[in-house]
């Protein structure tokens, strides 16, 4: 529950000069978070790619062993 507030926290301006704290407001939080959940969606969107990437090369290296094995 620290951590979740910490996160919270990381969204509200700094304190302004009179001492007293301002809040953002629930829809502008609501705004950063589907940013930031966008922005997580397109990274892992680019790992999958990669990691699919990396099995058919993988799948493709296999693959020519076997056919270099049993040609030779």
Known sequence: MADLERAISRFRPAANGSGASSRISAAAFRA?????????????????????????????????????????
């Open 32 to 72: 950063m978070v589907l940013e930031r959940l966008r922005s997580v969606e397109r990274d892992v969107g680019d790992v999958k790619g990669r990691v699919n990437g990396l099995i058919f090369v993988v799948i493709g290296a296999v693959i020519s062993q076997v056919v270099l094995r049993v040609a030779g």
